[in-house]
């Protein structure tokens, strides 16, 4: 049963995301006035097609994606061609995919908070506070209870922990409870580089008298949550990547299709608001990684637009660009290949890619 719940999860979440992305061009592509000969689900060989008006739709073989093939990608000579519009255009259209892989979370989200869903609920507690740190300065202490930060209440320890690293190097207002059961608001920064084994506060946080309560939100509240959460989930990938160049975190392991897998797997077993919120997560995670300036890539292709304009209309011509995109797409499959080699033997020796 967990392999069917794995694989029926999977492959629903990657067809979300995937149909979202591809919508996003065919829709633009057709605004645009540029002729969509395919919209394929997963790549070739073909399992069927149907034609409607000029265009095919398709299922293929090979579940791990999809496209939008439109007339004369690279060769602005073809008739309704991407590439005999303006630069304008092509950038609308080749990142319109990554902008609907950004717009979907706000719905999956809000879904998310509509179903009902298991909240962990406890006292958040300092444990222990280190001399000089940004806490030990504000004034907190061992055994005080942190209610809130910036007015959002904190639950449990995920709840800091978020909040926390959404603010990294600016100033957060925290509101604590003192052993005396009086209230203090305090204000500190958390350290975007914290001596080791600190963290950004300085303090070791525990949750005290933790239930699990069943929650879900009416529309009308879950809606502006959603959009909440998603900006929020922004900025965390931000800081992230800002935390990697300025070398106060290391690149994790990478996941291929079979490791994706997995992790649904897992995430489905707890239910269907956090499944919507993998669901989300992952589609943040495909937005950025198709506008990364590689071939093949939607951001490799609007590189070569961007060129194009900075030479004030100069083309590469089609026969190289068409080449380059096809040498990176094998590059990308040889590479995905190795990926999943390296989820299955984690596999096979009993390995979750969940910590």
Same mark, same amino acid.
């Given at each position: ?10 492959? %629903? ?8 992305? #591809?919508?996003? /061009?065919?829709a633009?592509?057709?605004?645009? %006035?540029?002729k969509?000969? #395919?919209?394929?689900? !997963? ?5 069927? =097609?149907?034609?409607?008006g #000029?265009?095919?739709? $398709? ?5 791990l994606?999809?496209?939008t093939?439109?007339?004369g990608e690279?060769d ?7 590439? *005999?519009? !303006?630069? %304008?255009?092509r950038?609308?259209?080749l990142?319109?995919g ?14 998310a ?18 001399e ?10 061992? =055994?005080?209870?942190i209610?809130?930060?910036n ?10 922990s978020?909040y926390?690293?959404?603010n990294?190097g ?7 409870e003192?052993?005396?059961?009086s ?5 500190? $920064?958390?350290?975007w580089?914290?001596?080791?084994g600190? =963290? ?14 069943s929650? *879900?939100e ?14 929020e ?9 800002? $935390? ?6 290391t690149v994790?392991g990478?996941?291929?299709?079979v ?6 797997g ?6 269907? *608001?956090?499944?919507?919120?993998w669901?989300?997560?992952f *589609? ?8 990364l300036p ?17 030479r004030r209309?100069?083309?590469?011509s089609?026969?190289? #660009?068409?080449?380059? /995109?096809?040498?990176g ?9 190795a990926v999943t ?15």
């Amino acid at each position: 049963m967990d392999i069917v719940l794995t694989i029926l999860s999977f492959f %629903g979440v990657l067809a979300i995301v995937i149909v979202a992305h #591809e919508l996003g /061009h065919f829709a633009t592509a057709k605004a645009c %006035g540029i002729k969509v000969e #395919e919209f394929g689900l !997963g790549y070739p060989p073909r399992l069927f =097609g149907i034609k409607r008006g #000029e265009t095919v739709y $398709s299922l293929n073989v090979i579940p791990l994606g999809g496209f939008t093939k439109m007339a004369g990608e690279e060769d602005p000579n073809v008739e309704r061609s991407l590439a *005999s519009k !303006g630069v %304008g255009a092509r950038l609308l259209v080749l990142s319109a995919g990554s902008l609907m892989n950004a717009i979907l979370p706000f719905l999956l989200l809000s879904i998310a908070f509509m179903v009902p869903h298991d909240v962990w609920i406890g006292q958040v507690t300092v444990e222990e506070v280190t001399e000089n740190s940004p806490a030990a300065i504000a004034g907190v202490i061992a =055994g005080d209870t942190i209610i809130s930060i910036n007015d959002k209440p904190i639950n449990n320890t995920g709840d800091l922990s978020r909040y926390i690293q959404l603010n990294l190097g600016g100033e957060i207002t925290m509101l604590v409870e003192h052993d005396d059961a009086s209230q203090e608001e305090v204000k500190l $920064s958390p350290r975007w580089r914290p001596p080791e084994g600190e =963290g950004a506060i300085g303090a070791t946080i525990i949750t005290k008298d933790s239930i699990v309560e069943s929650q *879900s939100e009416p529309f009308w509240r879950a809606m502006p949550m959603g959009v909440g959460q998603t900006v929020e989930t922004m900025v965390l990938f931000k800081n992230a990547i800002l $935390s990697l160049f300025i070398g106060t975190a290391t690149v994790g392991g990478v996941a291929g299709p079979v490791g994706i897998a997995q992790i649904t797997g897992e995430v489905a077993k707890a239910g269907i *608001s956090p499944l919507l919120e993998w669901t989300a997560f992952f *589609s943040l995670n495909l937005a950025i990684l198709n506008l990364l300036p590689l071939p093949a890539l939607d951001g490799g292709r609007i590189v070569f637009v961007l060129l194009e304009w900075v030479r004030r209309g100069k083309r590469i011509s089609p026969k190289r #660009e068409g080449l380059v /995109h096809l040498i990176g797409f094998a590059m990308l499959m040889v590479f995905i290949l190795a990926v999943t080699f390296q989820d299955i033997m984690r596999i096979i020796s009993g390995e979750s890619i969940i910590p």
